[in-house]
């Protein structure tokens, strides 16, 4: 049994914990990993499931949507990745949200949430009803948090940049459901990257036990009373699990415990991962006040001339709900920048001749004082006299919603070559024209006479 790339320290502190239990959890590290993936209900239907069925292996006990699946057949590069169908994550990551379980309606925050999978698990609870808050402080990482969103085409989304102080600042007791996937040593992770080892100590684990505390307390403060949090790592260490939530409750003894949970890798299939969900106590009856004073933001009205650059859609457009920002869209996505007023009308550099055009949620958090990358559904960008449609709308539309349409099979070359940015011949009428993988939406396209032109992103063409 080679288990020479686990730190001693690990080992010893292993042994210490799980006593006659440490020679099957050591006995794990000579298992392959566990691939697995979730289904997004946003999109997914049953057919979808018995489609991929020749890649699943079988079902995750704890997880709705969630499958086990063969990797010789590399669901990343499949077309159903491409259009959001399911979302690869492994399958104890899929717990925590589980535990939470949102409802729609909720008002949500995924407090440390890149790269986006217990996001738009969330997002696939709420099924477009209420609101989430996607944040991820490093802005490197929040990028691929917004491309998650996007390609799993979720529309009441906000995407967010920030320290969790300047979160709690902006909304104190607010959200009736928190995700606190906080930072950890990583310990559960160690099977399947061996490189994480090397950045564990001893040491590591008190400093994330320390900044985990400080996450803890800052969701507190912007959980409405009687509202849920659910707070998980995957890490085995207790100083960042069973102990730090006991810390956390005797700081704030109106949160009370109400499940612990804990995955071993030589239990179940899947890595090692905790997590608790907790209630604050709404013992003097404070939730419908908090909840009557949330802050929604405020918004200029859209010229009504907008609507006919909608042409191309079956829908109606709320333009009340729509949010105009100045700017220039870049490979990475949009990035809203919000002005300090309040009114949200500048974004990119100044002088730009584009406006970006937003969709916001019903009931919309005011977001004005914040970096945010995603302020909802990203609608496309008005140019001088012309509209372009974005990609995530084409994610976030069925066929239904569209006067064009053209369908590519899974299993056919021409969906492939869509992908790699080709052009594609069919004979519908012209304009805009929604490019869907086995009637699911994958992106754009513009017919002229007979001939598709390939509008899907440069930066997520195949090679």
Same mark, same amino acid.
């Given at each position: 049994m080679d288990t020479s790339f686990l730190p001693i320290d690990f080992v010893n502190r292993m042994e210490q914990d799980l006593g006659p239990d440490f020679h099957a959890f050591l006995r794990s590290y000579e298992e392959n990993k566990i691939s697995a993936?979730?289904?997004?209900?946003?999109?997914?239907?049953d057919k979808a499931v018995e489609t991929m069925s020749s890649m699943l292996t079988g079902k995750v006990d704890w997880s709705k949507n969630g499958y086990y699946y063969d990797e010789t057949y590399r669901p990343g590069l499949h077309p159903y990745h491409a259009a959001g169908v399911?979302?690869?994550?492994?399958?104890?990551?899929?717990?925590?949200?589980?535990?939470?379980?949102?409802?729609? %309606?909720?008002?949500? /925050?995924? /407090?440390?949430?890149?790269?986006?999978?217990?996001? +738009? =698990?969330?997002a696939g609870y709420l099924n477009g009803e209420g609101i989430l808050v996607s944040n991820e402080p490093m802005k490197n990482r929040a990028k691929i948090l917004s491309e998650n969103v996007e390609r799993l085409g979720i529309r009441n989304c906000i995407v967010t940049s920030e320290y969790p102080d300047k979160l709690a600042d902006t909304f104190p007791e607010y959200f009736d459901k928190i995700m606190v996937d906080a930072p950890c040593s990583g310990e559960g992770m160690f099977r399947k990257n061996h490189d994480a080892c090397d950045e564990w100590s001893l040491e590591s684990v008190e400093m994330c036990a320390d900044?985990?505390?400080?996450i803890?307390?800052?969701?507190?403060?912007?959980?409405?009373?009687?509202?849920?949090?659910?707070?998980? +790592?995957?890490?085995?260490?207790?100083?960042?699990?069973?102990?730090?939530?006991?810390?956390?409750?005797?700081?704030?003894?109106?949160?009370?415990?109400?499940?612990?949970r804990r995955l071993w890798p030589h239990e179940v299939k899947g890595e090692g991962h905790y997590a608790a969900l907790l209630e604050k106590a709404d013992s003097d009856g404070r939730r419908e006040e908090c909840a009557a004073d949330r802050a929604v933001i405020s918004i200029k009205k859209?010229?009504?001339?907008?609507?006919e650059y909608f042409d191309f859609l079956r829908i109606d457009i709320p333009l009340d709900k729509c949010?105009?920002?100045?700017?220039?869209?870049?490979?990475?996505?949009?990035?809203v920048r919000a002005?300090?007023?309040?009114?949200?009308?500048?974004? %990119?550099?100044?002088?730009?001749?584009?406006?970006? /055009?937003?969709?916001?949620?019903?009931?919309?958090?005011?977001?004005?004082?914040?970096?945010?990358?995603?302020?909802g559904l990203?609608?496309?960008?008005?140019?001088?006299?012309?509209?372009?449609? *974005?990609?995530? /709308?084409?994610?976030?539309?069925?066929?239904?919603?569209?006067?064009? *349409?053209?369908?590519?099979?899974?299993?056919?070359?021409?969906?492939?070559?869509?992908?790699?940015?080709?052009?594609?011949?069919?004979?519908? =009428?012209?304009?805009? +024209?929604?490019? +869907?993988?086995?009637g699911y939406s994958v992106g754009w396209g513009k017919a002229v006479k007979g001939q598709i032109k390939n509008h899907y992103p440069k930066g997520l063409r195949l090679l």
């Amino acid at each position: 049994m080679d288990t020479s790339f686990l730190p001693i320290d690990f080992v010893n502190r292993m042994e210490q914990d799980l006593g006659p239990d440490f020679h099957a959890f050591l006995r794990s590290y000579e298992e392959n990993k566990i691939s697995a993936l979730r289904f997004n209900p946003i999109k997914a239907d049953d057919k979808a499931v018995e489609t991929m069925s020749s890649m699943l292996t079988g079902k995750v006990d704890w997880s709705k949507n969630g499958y086990y699946y063969d990797e010789t057949y590399r669901p990343g590069l499949h077309p159903y990745h491409a259009a959001g169908v399911y979302y690869i994550q492994d399958a104890s990551a899929q717990l925590p949200v589980e535990m939470l379980a949102p409802v729609p %309606g909720d008002i949500c /925050l995924d /407090l440390c949430a890149a790269p986006g999978g217990k996001s +738009t =698990q969330i997002a696939g609870y709420l099924n477009g009803e209420g609101i989430l808050v996607s944040n991820e402080p490093m802005k490197n990482r929040a990028k691929i948090l917004s491309e998650n969103v996007e390609r799993l085409g979720i529309r009441n989304c906000i995407v967010t940049s920030e320290y969790p102080d300047k979160l709690a600042d902006t909304f104190p007791e607010y959200f009736d459901k928190i995700m606190v996937d906080a930072p950890c040593s990583g310990e559960g992770m160690f099977r399947k990257n061996h490189d994480a080892c090397d950045e564990w100590s001893l040491e590591s684990v008190e400093m994330c036990a320390d900044r985990q505390a400080e996450i803890l307390d800052r969701a507190y403060e912007m959980l409405i009373p009687g509202g849920r949090m659910c707070y998980s +790592t995957c890490t085995f260490a207790k100083l960042e699990d069973e102990e730090a939530v006991a810390a956390f409750i005797s700081r704030h003894p109106d949160m009370i415990l109400i499940e612990e949970r804990r995955l071993w890798p030589h239990e179940v299939k899947g890595e090692g991962h905790y997590a608790a969900l907790l209630e604050k106590a709404d013992s003097d009856g404070r939730r419908e006040e908090c909840a009557a004073d949330r802050a929604v933001i405020s918004i200029k009205k859209v010229n009504k001339k907008i609507k006919e650059y909608f042409d191309f859609l079956r829908i109606d457009i709320p333009l009340d709900k729509c949010l105009p920002l100045e700017g220039r869209e870049r490979s990475s996505g949009p990035q809203v920048r919000a002005d300090r007023s309040g009114s949200g009308d500048k974004v %990119g550099p100044k002088g730009s001749d584009e406006v970006l /055009l937003y969709l916001l949620p019903d009931n919309c958090p005011d977001f004005s004082k914040l970096h945010v990358l995603r302020g909802g559904l990203f609608l496309g960008t008005l140019k001088k006299n012309r509209f372009e449609p *974005s990609h995530a /709308l084409a994610l976030a539309l069925t066929r239904d919603e569209v006067k064009n *349409s053209f369908d590519l099979p899974a299993d056919g070359q021409d969906v492939q070559n869509y992908l790699r940015g080709q052009s594609v011949m069919a004979d519908v =009428q012209d304009g805009w +024209t929604l490019i +869907t993988v086995d009637g699911y939406s994958v992106g754009w396209g513009k017919a002229v006479k007979g001939q598709i032109k390939n509008h899907y992103p440069k930066g997520l063409r195949l090679l």
